[in-house]
Nanobody, 120 residues
């Protein structure tokens, strides 16, 4: 089993910044993709940013140029730096990781979600 702990959400004024963290632990041989998604009430969960094990990160159009995803592979941790936040960024943010377990099985895990609220 793999545990994900998210932190860093909160309330911020438009134009401000927040940094989300997602730390994974447990039955991990390697973490492949690490990503952030967000969801608002009544809407489907949508991809915000994704960082593969190898290669460049990709971002959804609404956050390009404002959000930056990074990862610390030694700590099994992903970060989402969110700058110039807008009220439309208000959502619950979820971390998603694709894990290769110690038995070399691929599994996907989701974090518990963290609320980000941006007020104008």
């Amino acid at each position: 089993q793999v545990q994900l702990v998210e932190s860093g959400g909160g309330l911020v004024q438009a134009g401000g910044s927040l940094r989300l963290s997602c730390a994974a632990s447990g039955n991990i041989f390697r973490i492949d993709a690490m990503g952030w998604y967000r969801q608002t009430p009544g809407q489907q969960r949508e991809l915000v940013a994704m960082a593969p094990f190898v290669g460049s990160a990709n971002y959804s159009e609404p956050v390009k140029g404002r959000f930056t995803i990074s990862r610390d592979n030694a700590k099994y941790t992903a970060y989402l730096q969110m700058d110039n936040l807008k009220p439309e960024d208000t959502a619950v943010y979820y971390c998603k990781v694709d894990v290769l377990t110690l038995s070399l099985t691929s599994r996907t895990y989701w974090g518990q979600g963290t609320q980000v609220t941006v007020f104008s």
